[in-house]
């Protein structure tokens, strides 16, 4: 139980497959980090986020945490944007939660689960707050989909409405938010339309993403 040789194998063979497609990869990957996309994303272990884009090692900045949650006293998670933003001048910040998220179904739900019930404070008051759009979905499933684009879009406003990402629109910087869901069931990613390019969008954005279903 003291090694995992499976795993520590499974990194000998890749970094060799990687190299004799590449032979300078690793070289050049440990010059510098040029990423264009910051993704907040769920730990969830089926939602990896180079996988899910497509992309390779270096391409995508990440910050991942339990129901991809954007909290303004969440230093851990505000450090990475600062990073992304200011010092990585990535382009765009992509908030993705995934359909059948355990937090956000917890959070849907009432039960007393110890230290986690913090944290799913932040989605029980995005539940509160669209209660009214949830209760058509009343017992179907399609409650937890939606509560689950709703926690997305609500967390593009959490990052649009930072000093950080304030004050890199303020000075010109181009950056766009965009809020994107994923399905586990087909590996497929859904635009949730909350993208937002500038403080002037963030109204019009967030009421259309949030309206009820029609």
Same mark, same amino acid.
């Not at 179907?140 to 509560?147: H, Q």
């Not at 950080?164 to 000075?171: L, S, T, Y």
């Given at each position: 139980m003291r090694q995992i040789p499976e795993l520590i194998e499974n990194n000998r063979q890749w970094a060799q497959g990687v190299t004799q497609q590449e032979p300078q990869f690793f070289q050049n990957l440990a010059q510098h980090q040029q990423p264009e996309f910051l993704w907040i994303g769920c730990s969830d272990s089926r939602v990896p986020a180079n996988q899910v884009l497509g992309v390779a090692p270096g391409e995508v900045f990440v910050h991942r945490n339990i129901a991809n949650v954007v909290a303004h006293t969440d230093f851990n998670c505000l450090s990475v944007i600062e990073y992304a933003v200011a010092v990585l001048q990535v382009k765009h910040i992509i908030v993705c939660g995934h359909y059948g998220c355990g937090g956000v179904q917890a959070a849907s739900q009432n039960h007393h689960l110890g230290l986690i019930d913090n944290w799913l404070r932040h989605i029980r008051d995005v539940r509160q707050k669209h209660e009214s759009i949830l209760q058509m979905f009343d017992n179907?499933?399609?409650?937890?989909?939606?509560?689950c684009?709703?926690?997305? =879009?609500?967390? =593009?406003?959490?990052?649009? +409405?930072?000093?950080?990402?304030?004050?890199?629109?303020?000075?010109?910087?181009?950056?766009?938010?965009?809020?994107?869901?994923?399905?586990?069931?087909?590996?497929?990613? +859904?635009?949730?339309?909350?993208?937002?390019?500038?403080?002037?969008?963030?109204?019009?954005?967030?009421? =259309?993403?949030?309206a009820a279903p029609t």
């Open positions: 179907d499933p399609r409650r937890l989909d939606r509560l684009e709703l926690n997305v =879009v609500e967390q =593009v406003n959490n990052v649009c +409405h930072t000093t950080i990402v304030q004050a890199a629109w303020e000075r010109g910087q181009q950056l766009a938010v965009h809020g994107w869901i994923y399905r586990i069931q087909d590996g497929m990613i +859904h635009d949730l339309n909350a993208t937002i390019t500038g403080p002037a969008e963030i109204a019009e954005a967030y009421r =259309v993403a949030t």
